[in-house]
């Protein structure tokens, strides 16, 4: 059940004759929400494990004990009333020496990347659940799974895209991260970038120039700024408008025309969207509609 809840872990546990546990799950859209009661336990995860087209951000929130996550030469403690981030896709350990609960959210890294750019960031540090944006975060989630079993598909959509977008919240809301790696004037012109985009998403004639007179800033000083994030601007917009058309197809269940989707998302030529479509996610928006979500 843990590879089901998480991805493939070895387990380690401490007092082996005094072992108990038990895992709920609950399937949510694209996400996966699961509540883990054990025993002092050592979860590890190693190369050989590795092996997804899909990599996944866990949201770990400790409800008892602290635990302690190490990480590509990296390591966090984190407390009760607090949550840290892990990828799947890099080998790690996470452990705690006392009984503890855990609350867990798996979400696909490109669901993250369409609400904060570089997700990545957020990684190795601790967050706040108790007040502010975080605590908001917490107490939706913990209002989702009780409501589940009274919600449908479609509902399960919008709310784990509102919860999503309320991660983004408290995360983007932290102090340390708006300092950290970036200069202040980088970051506000990043942050207005990221506005601007997002509130012209739907406009199919959204550019680099677009944005960067928009942003009062020089074209090439735009795309100096993308260097770093692995994307240029065109393929980030792409893949913000890749996954918000997912989001809708998957949740939609065909009330809305594909055609009208795609437009939606400034797609102007329907094929176009489709070639695109499969491409990134190995089916086309057809197919795409027909199955159920994996989570």
Same mark, same amino acid.
């Given at each position: 059940? @843990?590879?089901t *809840?998480?991805?493939?872990? =070895?387990l380690? $546990? %401490? ?37 997804e087209? =899909?990599p ?12 302690? $996550? ?11 009333? *607090? ?5 799947s ?5 996470f452990?705690? %020496?006392?009984d ?12 993250? %990347?369409? !609400?904060?750019?570089?997700? =990545? ?16 975060? $917490? ?8 409501? /589940?079993?009274?919600?449908?598909? /479609?509902?399960?959509?919008?709310l ?11 995360? =983007? ?5 708006l300092?950290? &790696?970036?200069?202040?004037? !980088? ?8 506005n601007?985009? &997002?509130?012209? @998403? ?14 009062q ?14 994307q +240029? ?16 197809i ?11 989707? /795609? ?10 969207f489709? %070639?695109?479509f499969? /491409?990134?996610f190995?089916? +086309?928006?057809?197919?795409? &509609?027909?199955?159920?979500s994996? $989570?």
């Open positions: 059940m @843990i590879d *809840a998480y991805f493939p872990l =070895e380690d $546990f %401490r007092n082996p004759e005094q072992l108990h546990g038990n895992l709920s799950q609950w399937k949510l859209a694209q996400l996966g929400i699961s509540r883990l009661e054990s025993s002092a336990t050592n979860f590890k995860r190693v190369d050989r494990q590795i092996d087209s =899909e996944y951000f866990l949201i770990t929130m400790p409800t008892q004990e602290q635990v302690q $996550f190490s990480q590509s030469n990296h390591s966090v403690v984190c407390n009760p009333g *607090a949550f840290i981030l892990e990828r896709d890099l080998p790690y350990e452990s705690y %020496r006392k503890n609960a855990l609350w867990v959210i798996r979400v696909p890294l490109s669901q993250l %990347r369409t !609400r904060i750019r570089e997700p =990545e960031r957020y990684l190795y540090m601790e967050f706040n659940k108790q007040k502010g944006m975080g605590a908001v975060f $917490f107490q939706f989630m913990q209002s989702i799974v009780q409501q /589940a079993s009274d919600t449908d598909e /479609a509902s399960h959509s919008v784990s895209n509102q919860l999503i977008d309320l991660l983004a919240h408290s995360l =983007e809301n932290d102090d340390r991260v300092m950290s &790696r970036e200069s202040g004037l !980088r970051r506000v012109h990043l942050l207005n970038i990221e601007f985009v &997002r509130g012209n @998403i739907q406009r199919s004639e959204l550019s680099p120039e677009m944005i960067a007179c928009a942003c800033i020089s074209c090439r000083y735009l795309h100096k700024l993308f260097k770093d994030s692995g +240029t601007v065109g393929q980030w917009i792409k893949e913000l408008r890749l996954q918000s058309a997912l989001n809708d998957q949740s939609d269940r065909g009330h809305t025309t594909l055609a009208e989707i /795609a437009y939606r998302w400034g797609f102007n030529d329907q094929a176009h489709c %070639r695109l499969k /491409a990134r190995g089916r +086309t928006p057809r197919e795409m &509609r027909q199955v159920k994996p $989570f």
